[in-house]
């Protein structure tokens, strides 16, 4: 686990929201080893959902430098951030965010359409991505006629189907019950130990901390501690 | 699943409001489609081939009358074998029924127009009788007239010597068409020109509204025309020479500026089209930010995602456009079957083509804006519902 899959160094984010300028993440520097899991856990404000957005490419840091796989992506462009996403990083949502007018097979085959694969290989692929998170039998059902738990976990197969090394999830079991967010959460941990995706998880709830390997905590834009 | 699928199922996530936008795009394009034919009609030049009679009538409008002396100079023009003439009366039926009927030499109108079938003795009624009225079939059918009945009609332009715009006529022949073709038209009223002249109150005499020529068999129509415009060149009475079928649009271009008139229904039509279409679009895109957020974070770039919202425009307009043309051709080929084809409402080569011209531009104008703003959607701020 010593090959870095994140490493960011020493990086600012300051927002502009008209006049006003805030600083949400100072100097923060952190690597992330490929194979982990982590947490990240803070008060409201504290940066994390900022320090994972770009981690994820989502946005860009106002200073310092990120890379991911060995590949600087704060010097992106919008379109080549598009594609560095669409080919090496999965999301997760609280809300799931998955397309109503599609079904979870429908929905788990949108990333896809970026590829070259053909049609076949696309449906092979999703079957594959569906079974991983047990929700094979229900690859025709719109998302109105999933349990909130089905929908993250298909959201956890869009967010695998590309076959991404990176996964950040941003508290994927805000939204659900206890028990289906253990549910969920030990998805995410066979996936981090039996398929060896890098994860990083944003949460505010401790037990959900308890499955990532180690948990990083912050606190007004800067990280307080690296916990084993 | 394709792109091409995810814009359709896009399209149909909110079903009623999709059908009634596509409902007014139709309408739109049917509309669009009916009326530039109409345009095209208007605005198509002469086509003499094929006519086997031609109109003559003042060159200023068929309402300034001819003197009847032209008669024996037109019969004189070759390729010309009989010459009918005809004078607008302007009957009323009732209150306000407006009639199609006009004055005319009985047995001139006979020989001109053999696909009016009528037995000989009726024909000879009309002739003989000063008040006799002939009329089609449908018109008799239509207000249950029989022959030997009077016929109580008015006139909106013609008083009787004693200013009483009432006339009487007696009804002594009811005729009809050679065919279904001519079977349609049998909506007209005729009364004889003798007595129209000598009863009406403004001494209207020796003049009419137009001549009706019928041409030889083979005759050289465009030539005759010709001739005949040239014979009365620099004349107080300057003749414009056409077909049948021109003559009839020329009836109604006097209503106004056909092309002018067309062309602001259309605008308006349009207009409010781009209201409707590009309302449903922004709204559309406004309900679903956080979806194209994520869309772009799934790694769709900012094109792609504002071609989903450009193609969902295009498909919306593109569909009810060609339903709509479609439509109109349909309904263009019935009116012109139920005219018995003297009304060609054909959308031709050029209408469809202004249709699909019509189409890319709605599509645009429409989409445009709301592909825009998808296209500078910030994943992070869309995301956080900001």
Partial sequence: ?????????????????????????????????????????????????????????????????????????????????????AHNVGFVFQFYNLMPVLTAEGNVELPLLLTKLSGAQRRKNVAVALEVVGLADRAKHKPRELSGGQEQRVAIARALVSDPQLLVCDEPTGDLDRKTADEILGLLQVLNREHGKTIVIVTHDPKAAEFARRTLHLEKGQLLEQAA | MTRTGFVVANLFRKRTRTILTLLSVIMAFLLFGLLQSVNTVFSSGADFVGATRLFVQARVSFTTPLPLSMVPKLEAVPGVVRVAYQQWFGGVWQTNTPLIMFALDPQRYHDVYPEWKMPEAQWQAFEQTRTGLIVGRQLANQYGWKLGHKIPISSNIWPQKNGSKAWEFDLVGIFDGKDEDWQKRTNLAFIQQDYFEEANQFGLKGRTNFFILKLAPGANAEAVSKTVDAMFENSPDETKTQTEKDFNISFVKQIGDIGLIVRWILFAVFFTLLLVVGNTMAQSVRERIPELAVLKTLGFSDGAV????????????????????????????????GTGGQFLLKLDASVWLLGVLAIVLMSLAVGLLPALRARRLEIVDALAGR
Avoid: C
């Fill in chain 1, 1 to 85: 686990m010593s090959e870095p899959m994140v490493q960011v160094h020493d990086v600012t984010k300051v927002y502009e929201r008209g006049k006003q300028k805030i600083e949400v993440l100072h100097g923060l520097t952190l690597d992330i080893p490929k194979g982990d899991f982590v947490a990240l856990m803070g008060p409201s404000g504290s940066g994390k959902t900022t320090l994972l957005n770009l981690i994820g490419g989502l946005d860009k840091p106002t200073s310092g430098e990120i890379t991911v796989g060995g590949r600087r992506i704060d010097q992106l462009g919008s379109g080549q951030l598009a594609n560095w996403r």
């Fill in chain 2, 306 to 337: 504002s071609g989903f919202v450009l193609a969902e425009a295009f498909a919306l307009v593109l569909a009810g456009g060609l339903i709509g043309l479609a439509l109109a051709s349909l309904a263009g080929a019935m009116v012109e079957k």
